[in-house]
């Protein structure tokens, strides 16, 4: 993540739907920030008002044809919606304003010193989003449009997805320049073999500082998106249950057509595959700081024992051991390819209690 003019588009971009407090890369400041907690406390009080009316204007047409469950899914699954929207809004406007403006700086640090390759996979991930979500907002707007008003009840849902999928794209961003710094570590660390014994300790203690320095920015990110990431993952489960559930309820009543399909389906599939996409990511981050190790040992057999060298190394391994890279759900838990196997096992267990309350209906 080269901090240029492209990153300073999404610092612009993001600070918009208040993911990212409006940073200036020039000056090294935060710009306006008590014009950004208007913004972002405007957003915040108007977000819940808009949320009832559209529950209520989904469910109002045919409240008597609809399941319990269904509802009461669809309530908990935009109430999830507003709270990431809340969370995502506030955190960096009030909570997290210094950690922000602590992680900026360390990232412009460390590229300043040691500039990384620019990652084109998450502005083509931004532009799909983008168009696949106004692509299936336009589908569900024309199938809803013989209902007054409920074509644009869904409005808010997609609004809330998108300011969620904004904040995936830049904790993806960080995330991959998070591995891309371990890698490049690593590989300083490698080419210690071909160096001048002289310059040896020299480079395992640029090693060290740049870890240090990689432990700090993983504990800011922790900090300013820890909470974002626990509730985007619980929204991808109950939106999962959500659909799982919509489905189970037409196929039995004969009524699945090709617009619910494609309209659910697609709006599920965005939603799943946007977290699953950040944990993979995350969990890429935390693997590449994990082969740091086995460099070290490896360098061990190979630098002489009881010198200089040896010390520097050892200290950096005793380092690398004490604080391993750690991407958190706001220290619940660590997010990891464990993790969606958890959030699976999860949805498909109260999917069955689902079935169960349908059958007795």
Request: charged share 15%.
């Amino acid at each position: 993540m080269s901090l240029t003019s492209s990153d300073a588009f999404l610092v612009k971009f993001s600070a918009i739907f208040g993911v990212i407090p409006y940073y200036n890369l020039q000056t090294h400041q935060l710009v306006n920030p008590k014009l950004f907690k208007l913004h972002c406390l405007l957003l915040a009080c108007v977000s819940p008002i808009v949320s009832i009316t559209s529950v209520y204007l989904r469910h109002c047409f045919n409240f008597n044809n609809t399941s319990r469950n269904f509802v009461i899914l669809d309530v908990l699954y935009e109430t999830v919606s507003v709270i990431l929207f809340e969370v995502a809004v506030l955190s960096p406007s009030f909570w997290n304003t210094r950690h922000w403006q602590e992680l900026f700086q360390l990232l412009q640090q460390l590229e300043t010193k040691h500039p990384s390759k620019r990652n084109v996979f998450t502005w083509l991930l931004l532009l799909f989003g983008t168009g696949y979500l106004v692509l299936l907002f336009a589908v569900e707007f024309q199938y809803n449009l013989n209902y007054r008003y409920k074509s644009y009840s869904f409005l808010a849902s997609y609004f809330y997805v998108y300011v969620g999928f904004v904040q995936l794209v830049v904790i993806s961003n960080v995330s991959l320049w998070i591995r891309t710094r371990y890698r490049s570590v690593r590989t300083l660390l490698q080419n210690v073999r071909y160096s001048d014994i002289a310059e040896v300790s020299g480079i395992i203690k640029e090693c060290t500082i740049l870890y240090l320095k990689m432990d700090k920015i993983i504990d800011k990110v922790n900090r300013v998106f820890g909470w974002a990431m626990l509730v985007i993952l619980i929204q991808m489960g109950v939106l999962s249950l959500d659909t799982l559930t919509f489905y189970s309820l037409y196929t039995q009543r004969s009524s699945l057509t090709t617009e619910h399909i494609v309209i659910y389906g697609g709006f599920t599939l965005l939603t799943v595959i946007w977290p699953v996409i950040l944990i993979l990511c995350c969990d890429a981050a935390v693997e590449e700081s994990k082969k740091l190790l086995p460099v070290c040992y490896w360098l061990e057999q190979v630098l002489p024992r009881s010198s200089k060298e040896m010390e520097v190394l050892k200290s950096l391994e005793n380092i690398v051991k004490s604080k391993p890279a750690k991407m958190t759900a706001a220290g619940f838990f660590d997010i990891d390819r464990s993790t969606l196997v958890s959030v699976f096992s999860a949805t498909t267990m109260y999917y069955l209690v689902c079935i169960q309350f349908n059958k007795r209906d």
